[in-house]
T-cell receptor, first 112, second 113 residues
Framework: DAKTTQPNSMESNEEEPVHLPCNHSTISGTDYIHWYRQLPSQGPEYVIHGLTSNVNNRMASLAIAEDRKSSTLILHRATLRDAAVYYCILIEGRQGAQKLVFGQGTRLTINP | NAGVMQNPRHLVRRRGQEARLRCSPMKGHSHVYWYRQLPEEGLKFMVYLQKENIIDESGMPKERFSAEFPKEGPSILRIQQVVRGDSAAYFC???????????FGPGTRLTVL
């Protein structure tokens, strides 16, 4: 079972920032927080990951709470192409068992 | 740099036939993962393979399903005697190492008539 909790859906407007929350209250010290997204009729796409510090890349930013029990994926200026299901995933911390456990994710709708 | 390739993209089989799904990982990647997405559901892990070895098959159904990743050639997910409940999108991902980011292919959409 996924160890993360996300809202089922969110809606935003084009060119506005979007903050996608994720709760992971049972996270262990060595678990990395990964975000993937799945556009309609496509395979999942890696977005970003982090351990303790906030992270930035060309796609998004990841803000991690100090106690690591929650995190927020930030899309700075949403476009229509960002409409997708966003998954927050903790990487299992056992050697040889690096499988992604997907929850239901957050379905993000972007209004033009 | 070609991404993960899967073929066929769409596959139609009648009940009782066999389905073979192929996955060519990204260049330099020796770790392959298979996931299944049933209609209107999330993705579920099936199996994790390295070259010539199955590392974790905890998500594979006990019967009719098998996977391999030979020394040469693509990884194959094989479903024998397909049933309607096998209709789903099957995604393959690859990574250079066990702790690296997984990159997904476009999927194979299997329809069982």
């Amino acid at each position: 079972d996924a160890k993360t909790t996300q809202p089922n859906s969110m809606e935003s407007n084009e060119e506005e920032p979007v903050h996608l929350p994720c709760n992971h209250s049972t996270i262990s010290g060595t678990d990395y927080i990964h975000w993937y997204r799945q556009l309609p009729s496509q395979g999942p796409e890696y977005v970003i990951h982090g351990l303790t510090s906030n992270v930035n890349n060309r796609m998004a930013s990841l803000a991690i709470a100090e106690d690591r029990k929650s995190s927020t994926l930030i899309l700075h200026r949403a476009t229509l192409r960002d409409a997708a299901v966003y998954y927050c995933i903790l990487i299992e911390g056992r050697q040889g068992a690096q499988k992604l456990v997907f929850g239901q994710g957050t379905r993000l709708t972007i209004n033009p | 740099n070609a991404g993960v390739m899967q073929n066929p993209r769409h596959l139609v089989r009648r009940r009782g036939q066999e389905a073979r799904l192929r996955c060519s990982p990204m260049k330099g990647h020796s770790h392959v993962y298979w996931y299944r997405q049933l209609p209107e559901e999330g993705l579920k892990f099936m199996v994790y393979l390295q070259k010539e070895n199955i590392i974790d098959e905890s998500g594979m159904p006990k019967e009719r399903f098998s996977a391999e990743f030979p020394k040469e050639g693509p990884s194959i997910l094989r479903i024998q005697q397909v049933v309607r409940g096998d209709s789903a999108a099957y995604f393959c991902a690859s990574s250079p190492g066990p702790w690296d980011t997984q990159y997904f292919g476009p999927g194979t959409r299997l329809t069982v008539l």
